[in-house]
């Protein structure tokens, strides 16, 4: 090749590099530290050999952490981030404000039809689906068969929680580091409010009467409140208002919980034979109820929205689409089977007779399909949501109620002490937001 030929061919490529260069789109996710997320870190090659000019960049962090991240981002627009993993709490009052991306233009092959109608509807306002749906939860009691045999007892499909005691009492074995049950202690709205809130809805309690008028005051608090302290005191690890889902999680894998009652979406972690020495002795049941009309069950997904101040929003929906398609869930199981994929957000996933065989999917769909936000309580109440009330004040005060009942099981307080500061608390906010 002549010389002058062989230089418009070397300027010509390095203007292309420079160009392919210029072209990349780095995008940051912000992300909680719970195990899927963990794993879709781990097959993010998938997507970036696909998507050559997209690089990713992940912050991955404690919930509540994320929590107080993302919403300080997106309400100041800051830019931060391009992709957030948010909540089913935050999705329709954030998106209300203005403040997230609709992602009603992602591909057709993406499927929003085949999305569960419950996990759907608590993404969408007005007819904007404002966020895509990573994985979809309700709660269940998570047990160990092996010590619910030995105690002389049988797991009902559907238990109550003074069976839940009495199992609990009889499984306890302090010497030998085995304790009946396992609950959310560490303080936080997404923490021990979500468990306490969701198991106060079985008990005949409300956060707020139809008046919008605080209710820890009452007798349905009380017997919530007390009858969860006498399980954890009795019955529970020591140090349990430092224990949340992450802590848990490692106590039931490690053979510590006879029970636990939590996300439905841990039951493939506590069934991974290689992280849970119980793995092959876990049975599951739907969460208990007091007689009332309504389990202590709630509704979330934790779900990949775009904020509006990005400036990535295509390379954004591009991810969003692919983490959340079922060509990844195919992808998840080919690698690691279908007991870890992604549960609790497809039609299609529960329609898959290879998933079927999963020993909780049925558990799962059925503890989802009863959540009712729009009804969430045995009284009447002005809010939707069950484990969380759809108000932008509540995570403020749930923080706060949540910080006053982890101080009384940590035993630096009295429950009496405890529901009064959070009435105290409540009304005060409540008042000051103009309710």
């Known amino acids: ?103 009603n233009d992602l591909p057709e092959s993406w499927d929003a039809g085949d999305l569960l109608p ?86 005949g309690a409300r ?8 209710q820890f005051n009452t007798p349905q608090w009380s017997d919530t409140i007390n009858f969860y302290m006498d399980l954890m005191n009795n019955y529970g690890p020591p140090g349990a208002s430092t224990n949340g889902f992450n802590e848990n999680l490692s106590l039931f894998q490690q053979g510590k919980c006879g029970m636990w009652i939590d996300a439905t979406v841990a039951a493939s972690f506590v069934t991974n034979a290689n992280d849970s020495t119980v793995a092959d002795k876990v049975g599951f049941a739907l969460a208990p109820d007091k007689g009332l009309g309504k389990r202590g069950n709630w509704l979330w997904a934790w779900s990949l929205a775009i904020p509006a101040g990005t400036d990535a929003e295509d390379a954004a929906k591009e991810f969003i689409a692919w983490a959340t398609s079922k060509e990844y869930t195919a992808l998840v199981a080919s690698k690691e ?18 998933y079927a065989k999963v020993p909780f ?23 939707t949501g069950v484990q969380f009330v759809a108000i ?13 009942i982890s101080a009384a099981l940590a035993g630096q307080q009295s429950v009496e002490e405890a529901l009064e500061k959070a009435q105290a608390l409540t009304v005060d906010e409540m008042e000051a937001a103009g309710y």
């Open 337 to 354: 089977g279908w007991a870890n994929v992604p549960p609790g957000t497809r039609t299609s996933l529960y329609e898959n007779p290879e």
């Open 1 to 103: 090749m002549p010389l002058k030929k062989a230089l418009c061919a070397a300027t010509a490529l390095t203007l292309a590099s420079a160009g392919a260069a210029f072209a990349e789109t780095t995008i940051t996710i912000a992300t909680v530290n719970n195990g899927d997320m963990i794993r879709m870190q781990g097959l993010a090659e998938d997507f970036t050999a696909k998507h050559p000019d997209i690089k990713l960049e992940w912050v991955t962090l404690e919930e509540n952490v994320l929590r107080q991240r993302v919403t300080q981002d997106v309400a100041a627009k800051g830019g931060q981030f391009d992709v957030m993993t948010i909540g089913t709490y935050e999705v329709p009052i954030w998106g209300k404000q203005g403040w997230l991306v609709s992602l």
């Open 392 to 404: 932008p004040e509540f995570a403020g005060i749930a923080t706060q109620v949540g910080q006053e």
């Open 118 to 203: 419950a996990i759907r509807n608590g993404l969408t306002i007005d007819g904007e689906l404002y966020a895509a749906p990573f994985y979809g939860e309700s709660s269940m009691v998570m047990y160990r068969t092996d010590l619910m045999k030995k105690a002389g007892l049988d797991m009902p499909e559907a238990p109550t929680w003074d069976f839940i005691k009495q199992a609990a009492a009889a499984m306890t074995d302090k010497g030998n580091e085995v304790y009946g049950i396992c609950l959310r202690g560490k303080a936080g709205w997404g923490e021990n409010m979500a468990f306490l809130t969701a198991m106060a809805n079985s008990f």
């Open 361 to 383: 999917a049925a558990m799962t769909l059925g503890s989802i399909n009863s959540a009712d936000p729009t009804n969430p309580t045995v009284d009447p109440v002005p809010y």
């Open 207 to 214: 956060w707020f009467d139809e008046d919008w008028k605080a």
